[in-house]
Structure formats: structure tokens, C-alpha cells
């Protein structure tokens, strides 16, 4: 009954479609032409993942009609969706454009997790997803390189030209002439958008790897790639969670030279320029204002200390309730920064416990009930990420239904007593 449950022990009828094109589809709705992507040449309609929904839309159906479907997580999200419709029509008085980003950026992406297929479709998918996955990766560090090295001309040009009078645009002019601290900007957006990237691109050959025994790429290539797409990013929990990634890929009765090549690229790291006047200037800064997470913990330490106002329990105050409860405290931040504050402002306490469930508790459950532990550590790693961020709980973003494909795709890859029919 459990495992009928988390979706591991039934049967269903599956055919192997996502073996290449779902997979290419996810890949270029959702990690390449994402929101920042989609900025410059959408501008307003940005919000509106169009391709996503379309892709989306039409594999939940056709996995519907071919009964490949957790039925019990399915139609609770269903609800959940309808219930926050009802919200938008009689409460909160939003404009239709709300209600629209609203099935895109978060009813569709949480629908997803309830999909099951089998796992050879799944390992097929997966391959084709992850070369296309790498590729953008290589390049995306390749121009992060040119841009550091050319004093942040790349960012500037895309500012100026591409991202033009858009909040990214206005990120970056401040951070270069204000701060005068490098952080990657590119055309994928915000450092800490290029930073989950990275972290994903190390989680999933780890994984795969793991369940295929080799690397798609050589596991060195990975830790270079990665630390330095991470440094150049200049996120402080992306540094960590990367190391703590990166020594996953480690068998240490075998992979001694592994363990030393980490280390010594993470001391050659430690000591350069980039890492010494971004990551540890930051760093420092942090421990000396008593605010390592950059103003997030001070705001919610007033939020605790002075916050008049709290998140209702079954119903919230709409979509950016929570940037009006972090202006009206006054510390100069507009945004509380952790994904679950802000989602239980937005649409109250038990919506927001609902949607951990989903793209949390479940997930993690299965794993350990069908004893996949590193691919649970991994999420884990993926979990920290993106809930240091504002990122999954922005209306109109790519992060949640990123994260949910990442779910439905490890949901997928724990099945392994899943049978099917592949008619």
C-alpha cells in the first residue's frame, strides 16, 4: 500500500517516449531559453514560458490517457491548483495574467512530479538530456571566462543591449560600478541562476554514473568545470554545496588521486585573484556584519522581532505579499529570500506545507524507501540551493518547474521495480 502510494510497486502502461524528444524539449524550454533568455527577446511576455507549457501540457496528458499517472499525488495537486484559482477569482483580484503565470510557473511543474514511466525510458531520456545539458554548461563557463577576463565586458554588452531596462540589466550596472565586485552575469541570467546550474550539471553525471558505472565526461573535467563556474558565480552556499558534490563523486579506497586532484584544485582556486577578492571578500564581509547569508538572516531576525503582520493559515495575501511584509520592515531588503516564507505569505500556511510535500517530502521518502541514498544525498544538495534563493517561489520564474523536472526525473530513476507494458 505505501509503495502503491509514492508510485514504485504498481503496474502501468508505458511507452519509451522520452527517450529523445520530450527530453530535448524539456532541455530547451526550461535550461535554455529561460527566463533571462527569454528577456531579450520577449521583454513582457518573458513571464510566459509558452514552450514549457505547450511541452508540459502534453506529456502530463498523454501520460494521463496512457495511466502513467500517481493518481492519489495527481489529483491532490489538482485540487491544490484549483483551490488557488478560486483564490486569484474571489480574494485577491489579480489580473488574468496572474492566474496564467500561475499554471505555467507552478500548477503544470508540480503536476509533473506525478508522472511515472519505466526506467528504461527514463535512462534513455535521461542520456539524451544530459549530453545537451553538458554542452550548455561547457559554454556557459567558456563565456564566463572571456567575460572575467575581459573586466565584464560580455555582462555589459548583454546589459546594455539585450537586457536593457529590465531588473537584470540594473543588477548588473550596480553590481560593476557600485560594488566592483565580479559575479557572473550571463546570458542565462543572475549569478545565482548560473550557480544552480552548475551544481545540477555536477548532481546529475553523479548520478548517472552512479547508476551506469562512467561518466559521460571525465569526472576531472567535472571539478574543473564546476568549482570554476561556482567561483565565477560567487554564490557562498554554491562553493560548499559544489565541494560536498564533487567528493560524492569519490570512492576512496579507489579514487585516492580524485581526492587529491579536488584538493589541489581547490587550494589553486583558493589562492587566485577571483576567489580571493569575490568569495572571501564576501565571506569576511559576512562574518564581520554577524550576516553571512548577505542580509537574508537580518531580515528575518526582524521579521521575528518586529513583524506585525503574519501568514494566514489556510488563506494569503496574494502573489508578492511577502515583498510588501519585507519593505514594510524596513531594512532596505525587498525580499525575504527563503522560498517557504515568502510562499506562506503569498497562499497561506498549509498551501505552502502542501507544496513541500510535493516537491520534498515525497520525493525524499521514495528514495529512501527504495534504499537509493545517493541520489537522496544528491537532491538534498539540489534542496539547499534552490531554498537559499527566492527563486521557486517567483511567479513567472523557471526555478520550480527546473526543480520539478529534476524530481520527476529522480522520482523516475528510484523506480526500480516499476513494471510496465510497453505496448
Same mark, same amino acid.
Request: glycine letters at 6%; one cysteine or more.
Given at each position: 500500500?505505501?509503495?502503491?502510494?509514492?508510485?514504485?510497486?504498481?503496474?502501468?502502461?508505458?511507452?519509451?517516449?522520452?527517450?529523445?524528444?520530450?527530453?530535448?524539449?524539456?532541455?530547451?524550454?526550461?535550461?535554455?531559453?529561460?527566463?533571462?533568455?527569454?528577456?531579450?527577446?520577449?521583454?513582457?511576455?518573458?513571464?510566459?514560458?509558452?514552450?514549457?507549457?505547450?511541452?508540459?501540457?502534453?506529456?502530463?496528458?498523454?501520460?494521463?490517457?496512457?495511466?502513467?499517472?500517481?493518481?492519489?499525488?495527481?489529483?491532490?495537486?489538482?485540487?491544490?491548483?484549483?483551490?488557488?484559482?478560486?483564490?486569484?477569482?474571489?480574494?485577491?483580484?489579480?489580473?488574468?495574467?496572474?492566474?496564467?503565470?500561475?499554471?505555467?510557473?507552478?500548477?503544470?511543474?508540480?503536476?509533473?512530479?506525478?508522472?511515472?514511466?519505466?526506467?528504461?525510458?527514463?535512462?534513455?531520456?535521461?542520456?539524451?538530456?544530459?549530453?545537451?545539458?553538458?554542452? $550548455? *554548461? %561547457?559554454?556557459?563557463?567558456? =563565456? +564566463?571566462? &572571456?567575460?572575467?577576463? @575581459?573586466?565584464?565586458? !560580455?555582462? #555589459?554588452?548583454?546589459?546594455?543591449?539585450?537586457?536593457?531596462?529590465?531588473?537584470?540589466?540594473?543588477?548588473?550596472?550596480?553590481?560593476?560600478?557600485?560594488?566592483?565586485?565580479?559575479?557572473?552575469?550571463?546570458?542565462?541570467?543572475?549569478?545565482?541562476?548560473?550557480?544552480?546550474?552548475?551544481?545540477?550539471?555536477?548532481?546529475?553525471?553523479?548520478?548517472?554514473?552512479?547508476?551506469?558505472?562512467?561518466?559521460?565526461?571525465?569526472?576531472? $573535467? *567535472? %571539478?574543473?568545470?564546476?568549482? =570554476? +563556474?561556482? &567561483?565565477?558565480?560567487? @554564490?557562498?552556499?554554491? !562553493?560548499? #554545496?559544489?565541494?560536498?558534490?564533487?567528493?560524492?563523486?569519490?570512492?576512496?579506497?579507489?579514487?585516492?588521486?580524485?581526492?587529491?586532484?579536488?584538493?589541489?584544485?581547490?587550494?589553486?582556486?583558493?589562492?587566485?585573484?577571483?576567489?580571493?577578492?569575490?568569495?572571501?571578500?564576501?565571506?569576511?564581509?559576512?562574518?564581520?556584519?554577524?550576516?553571512?547569508?548577505?542580509?537574508?538572516?537580518?531580515?528575518?531576525?526582524?521579521?521575528?522581532?518586529?513583524?506585525?503582520?503574519?501568514?494566514?493559515?489556510?488563506?494569503?495575501?496574494?502573489?508578492?505579499?511577502?515583498?510588501?511584509?519585507?519593505?514594510?520592515?524596513?531594512?532596505?531588503?525587498?525580499?525575504?529570500?527563503?522560498?517557504?516564507?515568502?510562499?506562506?505569505?503569498?497562499?497561506?500556511?498549509?498551501?505552502?506545507?502542501?507544496?513541500?510535500?510535493?516537491?520534498?517530502?515525497?520525493?525524499?521518502?521514495?528514495?529512501?524507501?527504495?534504499?537509493?541514498?545517493?541520489?537522496?544525498?544528491?537532491?538534498?544538495?539540489?534542496?539547499?540551493?534552490?531554498?537559499?534563493?527566492?527563486?521557486?517561489?517567483?511567479?513567472?520564474?523557471?526555478?520550480?518547474?527546473?526543480?520539478?523536472?529534476?524530481?520527476?526525473?529522480?522520482?523516475?530513476?528510484?523506480?526500480?521495480?516499476?513494471?510496465?507494458?510497453?505496448?
Amino acid at each position: 500500500m505505501f509503495g502503491d502510494t509514492l508510485g514504485v510497486s504498481t503496474n502501468y502502461n508505458s511507452k519509451n517516449y522520452l527517450k529523445i524528444n520530450f527530453a530535448i524539449l524539456f532541455f530547451f524550454s526550461l535550461y535554455l531559453f529561460n527566463n533571462a533568455l527569454r528577456t531579450t527577446v520577449l521583454y513582457e511576455l518573458s513571464f510566459y514560458n509558452i514552450p514549457f507549457f505547450i511541452t508540459s501540457f502534453l506529456y502530463i496528458i498523454f501520460s494521463f490517457k496512457k495511466g502513467n499517472i500517481n493518481y492519489l499525488l495527481f489529483y491532490m495537486i489538482l485540487s491544490l491548483s484549483i483551490f488557488i484559482s478560486l483564490e486569484y477569482v474571489f480574494l485577491w483580484k489579480h489580473p488574468i495574467s496572474f492566474l496564467i503565470m500561475s499554471i505555467i510557473s507552478l500548477f503544470l511543474p508540480l503536476l509533473m512530479t506525478a508522472i511515472i514511466i519505466d526506467r528504461e525510458s527514463i535512462m534513455q531520456g535521461f542520456l539524451k538530456f544530459l549530453k545537451f545539458y553538458n554542452s $550548455l *554548461i %561547457i559554454i556557459l563557463l567558456i =563565456f +564566463g571566462v &572571456i567575460d572575467y577576463i @575581459s573586466g565584464s565586458k !560580455i555582462q #555589459l554588452y548583454l546589459a546594455n543591449n539585450f537586457f536593457k531596462e529590465s531588473q537584470l540589466s540594473q543588477l548588473i550596472m550596480t553590481e560593476y560600478y557600485y560594488y566592483g565586485i565580479y559575479r557572473y552575469y550571463s546570458f542565462l541570467g543572475h549569478p545565482l541562476t548560473n550557480a544552480n546550474y552548475f551544481l545540477v550539471f555536477i548532481v546529475l553525471n553523479n548520478i548517472y554514473s552512479k547508476i551506469n558505472k562512467k561518466y559521460i565526461i571525465s569526472k576531472y $573535467l *567535472i %571539478i574543473l568545470i564546476s568549482l =570554476f +563556474g561556482l &567561483i565565477l558565480s560567487g @554564490s557562498k552556499t554554491g !562553493i560548499v #554545496l559544489g565541494i560536498l558534490a564533487n567528493l560524492l563523486m569519490i570512492d576512496i579506497k579507489r579514487n585516492k588521486f580524485v581526492l587529491l586532484f579536488i584538493v589541489l584544485v581547490a587550494t589553486l582556486f583558493y589562492f587566485s585573484p577571483l576567489f580571493q577578492q569575490n568569495l572571501l571578500a564576501r565571506f569576511v564581509e559576512g562574518i564581520e556584519t554577524g550576516d553571512i547569508t548577505t542580509g537574508r538572516n537580518t531580515l528575518l531576525t526582524d521579521l521575528i522581532r518586529y513583524g506585525k503582520e503574519k501568514p494566514g493559515i489556510f488563506i494569503g495575501g496574494g502573489v508578492d505579499y511577502s515583498r510588501e511584509v519585507a519593505i514594510n520592515l524596513g531594512g532596505g531588503i525587498t525580499n525575504f529570500e527563503y522560498p517557504a516564507i515568502m510562499l506562506a505569505y503569498d497562499y497561506g500556511i498549509v498551501v505552502t506545507i502542501i507544496i513541500y510535500l510535493i516537491i520534498f517530502i515525497i520525493p525524499i521518502v521514495r528514495m529512501l524507501y527504495n534504499r537509493e541514498y545517493f541520489i537522496a544525498i544528491n537532491f538534498l544538495l539540489i534542496s539547499v540551493m534552490v531554498n537559499t534563493n527566492n527563486g521557486i517561489a517567483n511567479l513567472g520564474s523557471d526555478a520550480l518547474a527546473q526543480l520539478c523536472f529534476l524530481i520527476f526525473l529522480f522520482n523516475n530513476l528510484v523506480n526500480r521495480n516499476l513494471k510496465t507494458n510497453n505496448a
